[in-house]
């Protein structure tokens, strides 16, 4: 059996992270010991592993949910886990187009700044008049 603290270490996750995973239901309520610790097992070290690496990978809490509900009910169809993972590609994808397009508009604005003085320069000017952007861009974020 582990403490949350080790089990937070062996997860490379924080306390506070594993605490909220419990009180959204992510995580199952834990066992106690008659001090009232947590406890968890290999079961518990699994689940979190599986939510912290599909986090890394960048899917909703809410994705998560679903792909722990298909975990939990092997006999599910494997396609439901499918469409949740190529959504989660599809919205990479579209945050890379976006991270790519503005990549481009700073590198041309960088390379039109001649170095002057910010009178004249071009990155200013450019942050400050959107429609001298030649792409249209998102916040990025998520």
Known sequence: MLTIGTLAKKTGTKVQT???YEQIGLMPEPGRTEG???RYGDAELDRLSFVRHA???GFSLDAIRELLDLSDHPGK???EADAI???QLKQVEHRLARLEALRTELKRMVHECSGGQTADCRVLEVLR??????????????
């Open 36 to 38: 009232g610790q947590r």
């Open 55 to 57: 986090r890394q990978l």
């Open 18 to 20: 594993v605490r909220y």
């Open 85 to 87: 993972a190529r959504r």
């Open 129 to 142: 008049d959107h429609s001298e952007c030649l792409t249209n861009h998102e916040e990025i974020g998520g």
């Open 77 to 79: 169809s494997c396609a």
